[in-house]
């Protein structure tokens, strides 16, 4: 869908700039946004290095055990089929800890791990396992405690209170991961 309105607008602003005759203001912003998306990258790029290497680190030590061991009564209660051994538990408590710190490019490859190691046990290969499903409902609503790259991009932007928004990003993630939670373990016992 978004690969058909993305186009869409650009055709309608360019008819619109050269109906109107505002092409050269057209290009403009184009080449400053250009400039703005390479300054934003660069500046996210130090921030999201840094935590990937700390979850690196995190993920070679005792940490992950201790983690698993934190999360063991939640991780029972989302994931039932999944054993404490296998690796896909690991890698489930790692992707939950990077959300929650709001490090979404972090948690991004774990999750990606998690789900391979849940598939190499999935019995039926095609379908998605209940616990594959929480997991992507888990991910997609992403509870946040410290959403950082919000707050290095508002940083990086010129924000005058660039963690402003915290208290509307933890009601608006822990209300979307209760909802699916709650949603997905209703429809998972009758299906």
Same mark, same amino acid.
Not at 49 to 62: D, F, Q, V, Y
Not at 67 to 73: F, N, V
Not at 160 to 174: K, S
């Given at each position: 869908?978004?690969? =058909?309105?993305?186009?869409?607008? =650009? ?21 400053? @946004? ?6 934003? @990258? ?5 921030? +999201? ?9 995190? %993920?070679? %030590? ?40 709001? !490090? ?24 998605? @396992?209940? @616990?594959?499903?929480?997991?992507? !409902?888990?991910?997609?609503?992403? =509870? ?26 933890? =009601? ?5 991961? +209760? ?7 209703? !429809?998972?016992?009758?299906?």
């Amino acid at each position: 869908m978004l690969n =058909i309105i993305w186009p869409l607008f =650009i055709i309608i602003s360019l008819i619109y700039a050269i109906c109107f005759g505002k092409v050269d203001e057209v290009n403009l912003a184009i080449f400053d @946004s250009v400039e703005n998306a390479v300054q934003i @990258s660069i500046k996210l790029l130090g921030t +999201i290095c840094l935590w990937n290497g700390i979850i690196k680190i995190a %993920t070679n %030590t005792r940490l992950v055990e201790k983690l698993k061991r934190l999360l063991k009564p939640l991780l029972k209660f989302l994931f039932p089929d999944i054993k404490e051994t296998e690796k896909a538990y690991g890698e489930i408590s790692m992707n939950i800890v990077a959300n929650i710190m709001g !490090l979404g490019n972090a948690a991004t490859p774990i999750g990606l791990n998690a789900m391979k190691s849940m598939q190499k046990n999935n019995k039926e290969k095609d379908k998605l @396992s209940d @616990s594959m499903a929480m997991f992507i !409902l888990i991910n997609t609503a992403s =509870i946040q405690i410290i959403p950082t790259t919000v707050i290095a991009i508002r940083t990086s932007l010129g924000s005058n209170n660039p963690t402003g928004m915290i208290l509307a990003v933890w =009601i608006a993630t822990l209300g979307a991961a +209760i909802s699916a939670i709650v949603m997905a373990k209703i !429809l998972m016992k009758r299906w």
